[in-house]
């Protein structure tokens, strides 16, 4: 039974151990510091692993102590914890083989690659956590551990990106604190429970409850970048390649949503939120910023700027997914958690190989590029198709079960929601893949050349096995495993049988 | 057993302090080691104690209340026994090799520093109340003593300053209890609040205890009486500095909380108790605001107690006319935010002590490039900053949970906006300096190494402070030893 209690904690102390080994080593070790954060990458993977082929035997793996009097620290493997853990392992792994190789021979290693552990760290707390608490602890402590990283490259524009995000997201914890202990003051300590926790509490009580949903929502709104809440993100883009992607696909933006799922599902209780009537003004919300995320995407003329508010519009999915009243719809939600992650690495990959290899930075500049760096390219594409929901990738499927789902508890609404963000995906993507494909070649002037491959082969290999990953789960959607299949089997205990 | 823990405590302190008085800064240092042993042997064994047999009335000398000096040990007391040697002894180490041995007035810290210890001790199990005036006392004088150490002008104006304050607030503290003396004709304690209660007109002692709260608050630093704290905080020698906020003002902040605890429902009235609040409130969005404008790191950091320092005061109105579950959900709040604030100031001051010697000035903007070149220093400033900032998994965050839930659980939500507002502005003047220090300028590294030992001695404070976060039930479930009523 021991095995239980530690598989969680050890999955969390790879990393956690991994940072302070990191941080104690001399910057010129670097070697050392690569394989130390590989090896801990691969365990957690493995831990990972195990921990969700017990989750399907429906072992209990978790534990619980009181921290202080009135409140415990909890971590619990349910089905929608290792989700989330899954994504982040192994996007984990491979950013950071990704990030080795995209700073070599630049400075401040030592401490770039320390919080970096740290902040995967604090993901796979938030995915496990087995309370609001909890979550609560390692949701700030993701804000404090991002921070060195966005300000990586110590520049005034990187410090004010830094600035911006400390507060907002500080902002955000704050509301989630209030959110909480207001909670607390009604109910108590509440693990997060399949079904939820708080139907059972007196009817007079549910106007506070409302207004405490606001808050919690309002909190980690801040972080899934929802409309008014999303300023942050694109200044964030000044941060390294790797930051970027851990930003979006990985760590922060996907805590946000991650959080509004569980306060959803495990908190209140789909049914239940459905009865409060909170659901459809959080759906609407998503729906305005999908639609606004992709609008403000189409006017940007910086690449990385035009991916950040792709982001904005994406994960908003999620929300929308999670808004959606019924079980198709919340599968729709619970499966984008992993497809947009996979894509949107995949974007963020290979728009750090343009900049890295060929000085790329805008859009105009990505004319021809296809030609000079075929593979970047093709993963590229593949990510884009998947992001317009060109089947059979995995957009598409993300898609085609939000429309059903919406469809099956008639809000049409959604169809045309999704009609519309599709057509505008299409058109801020398409021109970028043209010029990639069909445009004679730019004059890069900042080149540089690695070997025989088009870039350095640890900044190739992982954009090819995301944009590959693109692909097959959305050829085999159906088969067991299969994020589709996972995101049915969390549905299925998340509804009141 | 006791006998031996308690001339242990009280009278190592002394007798290291006279000693060292004779010897030269090598020597004390030596013997100051011994010493913090000894205090570390001493505290440990005086928990297990009371662990075992529960708390105690203790005469010294054999000499029984009214005449004699009553001293209680109780969880509490351990609690801040501990607290003491671990902060006072990580101080002491770093002061050992942060002040150069070959000026001549560095002679006067060991002596100093022991007569400060030595009146933290007699406050923390002070039974009476003119004992624990003494200890007090013996604790201003040892303060403003290393305040001056050092003798530049400046030090000297601040000591002076802080002089005047701390001689002003005994005055109004031993007025009080003189009152108390002429009503009831005892000093201790327990017998004092046991009186009070009995008393038809409680009311009638008001004036004794404002006067005793008036003159606690000005030795605490409360807002607006916090003028004294940050010249003299911000000038002392960093170690001094680190023992000043750490240590210092907490002592008279002890015994204001004990004398309301024991005291305050009966006598005092809401409004008193929700005026004191307001005061910390105040403090805490002042003293805030001003830290966030200082342009020298250690006025920052010196602004920043008095922020801190208000949160304490939120005490009074959240254990007045609250059930018996809130009171205590507020007190062990209270109780988290001394020891936090306690590790990490310490390490705080300890580490910009390094950042100064560093960078080699004291101003906010040099700190560029420091992130680069002296990323354990500014780890230790860092992992201190989360704390004070209350941010999880940390000690003030655990502190702040605790005080969150009594204001909500007591229905003073006015009180909720004060502790969630006041982490954001700590985080303001907090990133500012996280800021600062992580532009880059120029490649060259033209900083100085500071001898390790140093960072390591901030960082672990600061790491206790961190991990107090993730193990505040233990820490509190000593103050929750058991007390056995012998009198």
Redesign the interface.
């Known amino acids: 039974m021991t095995q239980l209690v530690l598989i969680p904690i050890l999955a969390l102390l790879s990393s956690m151990l991994a940072a302070v080994i990191i941080?104690a080593l001399p910057e010129q070790r670097h070697r050392l510091r690569t394989g130390i954060n590989l090896l801990a990458a691969l365990i957690k993977v493995v831990l990972v692993g195990v921990m969700t082929w017990g989750v399907i035997h429906q072992l209990d793996y978790g534990l619980s102590y009181?921290?202080?009097?009135?409140?415990s620290?909890e971590l619990q493997a349910d089905a929608l914890a290792m989700m989330f853990a899954g994504l982040s392992a192994v996007l984990w792994l491979l950013t950071t083989i990704y990030a080795v190789g995209y700073l070599e021979d630049s400075?401040?290693r030592?401490?770039f690659f320390g919080f970096f552990s740290l902040c995967v760290a604090s993901t796979m707390g938030i995915a496990l956590a087995g309370n609001l608490f909890t979550f609560?602890?390692f949701y700030?402590?993701l804000?404090?551990s991002t921070?060195?990283l966005v300000?990586h490259?110590?520049?005034?524009k990187a410090?004010q990106a830094?600035?911006n995000y400390?507060i907002y997201t500080?902002?955000g914890?704050?509301a989630l604190?209030?959110g909480m202990?207001?909670l607390?003051?009604l109910a108590g300590d509440l693990s997060f429970q399949e079904t939820g926790q708080l139907v059972d509490l007196n009817e007079e009580l549910h106007p506070q409850l409302i207004m405490i949903f606001v808050l919690l929502v309002a909190g980690l709104g801040v972080k899934a970048a929802l409309f008014p809440l999303h300023g942050w993100l694109p200044q964030a883009m000044v941060a390294p390649a790797p930051v970027s992607a851990l930003l979006h696909a990985v760590a922060v933006v996907k805590a946000g949503a991650f959080g509004i799922v569980r306060v959803v599902y495990d908190l209140y209780g789909i049914e239940f939120a459905a009865l409060l009537g909170v659901l459809e003004p959080l759906g609407w919300l998503a729906a305005f910023t999908i639609i606004y995320g992709s609008v403000r995407a189409l006017a940007q003329t910086d690449l990385k700027r035009r991916l950040a508010f792709s982001t904005v519009s994406q994960v908003s999915y999620i929300v929308l997914g999670t808004a959606v009243f019924g079980p198709v719809g919340t599968v729709g939600g619970l499966v984008h958690l992993l497809h947009q992650g996979i894509m949107k690495i995949t974007l963020f990959f290979c728009a750090g190989n343009y900049a890295e290899t060929l000085g790329i930075h805008k859009i105009h500049e990505l004319n021809g590029a296809g030609k000079r760096m075929p593979l970047t390219s093709t993963a590229f594409t593949l990510a884009a198709f998947g992001m317009i929901g060109v089947p059979p990738l995995a957009g598409f499927i993300t898609k085609w079960t939000l429309g059903t789902g919406a469809l099956n508890v008639q809000m049409e609404w959604v169809i045309g929601v999704l009609l519309i963000s599709s057509l505008l995906n299409a058109a801020y993507f398409l021109p970028v893949i043209h010029r990639l494909w069909f445009q004679p070649e730019y004059d890069w002037s900042e080149q540089r050349r690695w070997g025989k491959l088009e870039t350095h082969s640890w900044l190739l290999w992982p954009p090819l096995v995301t944009a590959v990953l693109t692909l097959l789960v959305g050829l085999f959607a159906a088969l067991p495993f299969s994020p589709l299949s996972w995101a049915k089997l969390i549905a299925a205990r998340e509804y009141l049988p | 057993m006791s006998n031996w823990l308690m001339a242990g405590l009280l009278f190592t302190p002394l007798a290291l302090a006279t000693t060292s008085l004779l010897l030269n800064f090598r020597q004390g240092r030596a013997l100051a080691w011994l010493g913090m042993v000894l205090q570390l042997l001493v505290s440990v064994g005086l928990r297990g104690l009371v662990k075992q047999e529960g708390g105690f009335y203790y005469s010294l000398a054999g000499w029984d209340a009214p005449l004699g000096i009553e001293l209680r040990v109780d969880g509490l007391a351990v609690t801040f026994l501990l607290l003491t040697t671990l902060v006072a002894s990580g101080c002491g180490i770093h002061a050992g090799i942060y002040l150069k041995p070959d000026k001549p007035w560095q002679r006067y810290f060991w002596p100093l520093y022991w007569f400060l210890w030595a009146g933290l001790n007699t406050v923390w199990i002070g039974g009476d109340l003119f004992n624990l005036y003494v200890g007090l006392e013996l604790i201003s004088l040892a303060a403003v003593g290393l305040v001056a150490l050092g003798g530049q002008a400046e030090a000297l104006r601040a000591a002076l300053r802080y002089l005047l304050a701390a001689l002003l607030g005994s005055m109004a503290y031993l007025l009080g209890v003189a009152l108390i003396y002429g009503q009831f004709g005892t000093l201790s304690l327990a017998e004092v609040a046991h009186q009070v209660r009995l008393m038809d007109q409680a009311e009638l002692m008001r004036p004794a205890l404002v006067l005793m709260l008036v003159g606690l608050a000005l030795k605490t630093a409360l807002f607006p009486l916090h003028g004294w704290l940050p010249p003299a905080h911000g000038i002392a020698k960093s170690p001094v500095s680190a023992l000043l906020s750490a240590l210092v003002v907490k002592a008279s902040f002890y015994i204001a909380a004990r004398i309301w605890l024991e005291a305050g429902e009966v006598v005092a009235t809401q409004w008193m108790a929700q005026l004191i609040g307001a005061l910390g409130a105040a403090a805490v969005i002042w003293g805030s605001w001003l830290a966030w404008c200082q342009p020298r790191l250690k006025q920052v950091v010196a602004y920043s107690s008095v922020a801190q320092i208000g949160y304490l005061f939120l005490l009074f109105p959240l254990t007045f006319g609250v059930d018996a579950s809130t009171s205590l959900?507020a007190q062990?709040g209270i109780t988290l935010q001394v020891i936090s604030h306690a590790l990490a100031k310490s390490a705080m001051f300890l580490a910009a002590g390094n950042l100064i010697l560093a960078v080699g000035n004291n101003r906010v903007d040099a700190l560029a490039g420091v992130?680069?070149f002296l990323?354990f220093s500014l780890?230790s400033f860092g992992l201190a900053g989360?704390s004070l900032m209350g941010?999880?998994?940390s000690g003030g965050?655990?502190a702040k949970?605790?005080l969150?839930?009594a204001s909500?659980?007591s229905g003073q939500w006015w009180w909720?906006l004060v502790l969630?507002?006041g982490?954001?502005l700590s985080?303001a003047y907090v990133?500012r300096i996280?800021?600062a220090s992580?532009?880059?300028r120029d490649e060259k590294d033209h900083f100085y190494h500071p001898d390790r030992r140093l960072e390591v001695v901030a960082m672990l404070l600061a790491v206790a402070s961190l991990g107090l976060?993730?193990?505040?039930?233990q820490v509190?479930s000593v103050m929750a030893l058991p007390f056995e009523e012998v009198q």
């Open positions: 941080f009181e921290i202080l009097p009135g409140v620290f400075p401040n030592s401490r609560f602890l700030e402590m804000t404090l921070y060195p300000v490259r110590g520049t005034e410090l830094g600035r400390i500080l902002s914890g704050a604190l209030l202990i207001w607390q003051g | 959900q062990q992130s680069h990323p780890f989360v941010l999880p998994p965050f655990a949970w605790m969150l839930q909500m659980a909720i969630v507002g982490g954001l985080a990133f996280y800021r992580f532009l880059e976060g993730l193990a505040g039930s509190l």
